[in-house]
């Protein structure tokens, strides 16, 4: 059984479909349902796909497809259908974007990585992402991490976001970078060395920076972009 907000969000996403072609974006949802923050959307936008009324696309900016409708909602015959711009014989919706034509490439998402408590290390693939080409910064390796936690949040990385490294052992101060510290927990923080001790900073005043001795923490890769699935 759903909730009444999560009756009032799933309703407004699909009148907002029917009129447009594309769904609303969260701050309109957040205003549309008189919540103070996003963060109550994403966690109602998480339960609806829980329970499967809605599928959110992987990757694609506000591409959310309606599975089903409670009997309270649903008209008679409704089909579902997601919005995606490539009918040739359809005229674009209101509202949509012009669709280009991107290089990308395939990198592995090695789990988790803790914007907030460090979690154990690791090393080993789930899965794999699309990532533009452009995003892609300078020569080596790359991976993709899915971010758990809101500690860097005031940097813009939220909860669920997945961003993308590039593999390296050196660090600037006041770049983001993935840590391991003391060999067996990874935490996404900024690095900042402070004479022989290395600070790793959050960006959200509710947690307290870490200052470890420089041979505890090990850097394992730098930030160099952010994929956010709305």
Do not use: C, W
């Amino acid at each position: 059984m759903l909730t009444r907000k999560q009756i009032e969000l799933l309703d407004f996403i699909n009148k907002r479909l029917q009129k447009d072609g594309v769904p609303p974006s969260f701050d309109e949802m957040k205003e549309a349902l008189d919540l103070r923050s996003k963060s109550g959307i994403h966690r109602l936008i998480t339960a609806l796909e829980e329970r499967g009324f809605i599928r959110r696309l992987a990757h694609k900016a506000r591409a959310i497809e309606i599975v089903k409708l409670p009997d309270a909602l649903a008209p008679k015959g409704f089909e579902p259908r997601v919005i995606e711009g490539d009918a040739p014989s359809a005229p674009p919706p209101a509202g949509a974007q012009a669709i280009e034509v991107v290089h990308a490439m395939e990198l592995p998402v090695m789990g988790r990585i803790a914007a907030g408590t460090p979690i154990e290390a690791i090393s080993e693939a789930s899965h794999t992402v699309a990532v533009p080409g452009s995003m892609l910064s300078g020569q080596g390796k790359h991976y993709a991490l899915e971010v758990k936690g809101d500690s860097m949040i005031e940097a813009g990385i939220n909860d669920g976001d997945v961003v993308v490294i590039r593999e390296t052992s050196a660090a600037e101060n006041g770049e983001i970078v993935v840590a391991l510290v003391e060999g067996y927990e990874a935490t996404l923080k900024r690095f900042r060395r402070r004479g022989d001790m290395i600070a790793l900073e959050a960006a959200n005043p509710a947690y307290e920076d870490r200052v470890l001795p420089a041979g505890q923490v090990k850097v394992q890769g730098r930030l160099v972009g952010l994929i956010r699935s709305y």
